[in-house]
């Protein structure tokens, strides 16, 4: 596996459709999720080794797998800085309304991390690359 780290999620600042995840929004949440290649479920790439919350955001390191195509494809992607974008599946559990639009997301039920070219949260990207 070769380790990929970024942030998947950013916290108080606004996506591109409006919702704003919180602090502590992933409280409890699990490594033990897939590490998705675009969110499709059937294009899994590697495995999310751990998961923390720091005053950012929600921080991950995921091992990627050469081993597969869409393993290697990723690899190749993130290597030449054509892609960069991270991601996140999941369900809500929490959360209210935002003034102007959007929701204010307090409690999230994480289902999967994600690999992509347009990631939602404009500043959710890759940091290091192995």
């Given at each position: 596996l070769v380790a990929v780290t970024g942030y998947v999620s950013r916290f108080d600042s606004a996506d591109r459709g409006g919702d704003v995840v919180r602090r502590h929004a992933f409280l409890g949440a699990r490594a033990d999720v897939p590490l998705l290649w675009q969110h499709d479920p059937t294009r899994p790439i590697g495995r999310v080794l751990s998961l923390s919350e720091?005053?950012?955001?929600?921080?991950?390191?995921?091992?990627?797998?050469?081993?597969?195509?869409?393993?290697?494809?990723?690899?190749?992607?993130?290597?030449?800085?054509?892609?960069?974008?991270?991601?996140?599946?999941?369900?809500?559990?929490?959360?209210?309304?935002?003034?102007?639009?959007?929701?204010?997301?307090?409690?999230?039920?994480?289902?999967?991390?994600?690999?992509?070219?347009?990631?939602?949260?404009?500043?959710?990207?890759?940091?290091?690359?192995?």
């Open positions: 720091d005053g950012i955001g929600l921080k991950m390191v995921a091992g990627v797998s050469p081993e597969c195509r869409d393993g290697l494809d990723a690899l190749a992607l993130l290597r030449s800085g054509a892609i960069d974008g991270l991601s996140f599946g999941y369900r809500v559990k929490s959360a209210r309304p935002r003034a102007g639009g959007g929701r204010e997301l307090l409690k999230l039920d994480l289902v999967e991390c994600s690999v992509v070219t347009l990631p939602m949260h404009a500043q959710a990207r890759v940091d290091t690359v192995g």
